[in-house]
């Protein structure tokens, strides 16, 4: 018989241990509710680490998934197709002006921003090829981006280190001035640290890291696999970041993954016309990057947000979820801090909270912890209010009985 026991049990003979699992086979998803191999329902506060930005199994996504299968997948990019056109273009004028290169991650796209970024650095008889990143940031599992990521744990056991990457403490920015050498290309940067605890900047670092990019021709880069795609409420996590005239803080590159596909693999790199031009033919590429099928859906979850108006559905319930826990006092004398944009929240708990995803899962609710014991929610943010405030009087109610 089919049950979570069982799957788990097949499961646990075949598959590779790198995931910490948790006890419970998801089979079936609608909306924000998500369903197990024994028949118990959950509100999804996580979406699958940001992925099911429209939720599970959404109507438009469906057929326009079925649409183009029926139609075209794949015949590789050495042809011209028309999805990709239409999502790139639609970049072009939710974010910068500039050109689009698709794969199928978070992680392959920041690696194809930092090639590009050595590519200007090494052009014009220059010899650039060191890239600053933060620390607490996370951009990815491929070895350079191992490199880049700013937490030591994940490079455990994979020495050497791929060269030419260094992180220094976000937020700092003489400390990230004075790391900037002749050797310099890049900057990378997440607009939030996502794995590093829901972190955001002091209000004028990114202005003065922009500037700092200006003044010494490096290339700025905004990982924004987390925060792309309307999850902080507005379309870009940088669309959040001002300069003292409250212009926009634009980056030169910008990475998306996870919302952008839906839940499909899908990773974009944006870059301003100029960069991207360095890109020529054989530079660089990804076989399966940008198939048609992938390509139908994402132009459909950035029509549906449009359509639906989900950004201010993002920015409102975020505030709502926000006060709603800053309204509970029981579950207040165990936070230190609440933070984040839009349904991108961090609740920083006073202590590690032991077995807290265990325990929202026995309540029907999914959470996510990070950075010891920042509790994270990103839920859908298409997820209704009902829904919405289910999930928390479940989750607040794990919150107070730590
Ligand atoms: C900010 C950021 N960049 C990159 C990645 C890597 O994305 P992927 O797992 O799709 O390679 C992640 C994954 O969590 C991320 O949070």
Redesign the pocket.
């Known amino acids: 018989m089919l049950n979570n026991q069982s799957v788990i049990e097949s499961g646990k003979k075949v598959l590779i241990g790198n995931y910490g699992r948790l006890p419970v086979a998801m089979v079936r998803g609608s909306g924000s509710r998500l369903w197990d191999a024994d028949g118990r329902q959950y509100i999804d506060l996580f979406a699958g680490?940001?992925g099911a930005i429209l939720g599970h199994c959404h109507p438009a996504l469906i057929q326009a998934a079925a649409q183009q299968a029926a139609t075209l997948w794949h015949v590789g990019n050495t042809f011209w197709t028309l999805p990709q056109i239409d999502v790139a273009d639609r970049l072009g004028r939710l974010a910068f002006a500039g050109q689009t290169f698709f794969c199928?991650?978070?992680?392959?796209?920041?690696e194809a921003a930092c090639k590009l970024a050595r590519l200007r650095g090494q052009s014009n008889g220059q010899n650039r090829y060191k890239i600053i990143s933060l620390q607490k940031?996370?951009?990815?599992?491929?070895l350079a981006?191992l490199a880049a990521t700013g937490n030591a744990k994940y490079r455990e056991g994979f020495k050497p280190d791929v060269a030419g990457f260094v992180q220094v403490d976000g937020g700092d920015f003489d400390v990230l001035a004075a790391a900037v050498d002749a050797d310099t290309c890049g900057i990378l940067m997440?607009p939030i640290?996502?794995?590093g605890g829901v972190n955001l900047y002091p209000a004028d670092y990114p202005a003065r890291v922009r500037k700092l990019c200006n003044e010494k021709g490096l290339t700025l880069i905004f990982?924004?696999?987390?925060?792309g795609c309307g999850r902080t409420g507005k379309w870009f996590g940088h669309q959040h970041l001002t300069d003292s005239e409250r212009k926009v803080v634009l980056p030169d590159i910008m990475?998306l993954?996870?919302a952008v596909g839906g839940g499909l693999?899908v990773?974009i790199m944006h870059a301003r016309p100029e960069l991207a031009a360095l890109l020529t033919p054989g530079k660089h590429g990804s076989t399966l990057g940008a198939n048609c099928i992938c390509m139908a859906v994402t132009k459909a979850i950035l029509e549906v947000i449009e359509r639906d108006g989900l950004l201010a559905n993002a920015r409102l319930l975020g505030e709502h979820a926000v006060a709603r826990i800053r309204d509970d006092a029981p579950a207040m004398a165990k936070i230190s801090d609440i933070r984040g944009k839009g349904l991108f929240i961090g609740i920083e708990m006073k202590e590690a909270p032991k077995q807290l995803v265990e325990k929202g899962l026995a309540q029907g609710v999914v959470v996510n912890v990070t950075a010891d014991k920042v509790v994270r929610l990103a839920p859908p943010i298409n997820i209704t209010k009902a829904d919405l405030d289910e999930g928390l009087s479940r989750l607040i109610g794990v919150i107070r009985s730590l």
Do not use: I, L
């Not at 940031?137 to 491929?142: A, D, E, I, K």
């Not at 990982?223 to 925060?227: A, I, L, Q």
């Open positions: 680490f940001g199928q991650s978070g992680g392959e796209a920041n940031s996370f951009h990815g599992r491929t981006m997440e640290q996502g794995e990982d924004e696999v987390w925060t990475t993954g996870k693999p990773g």
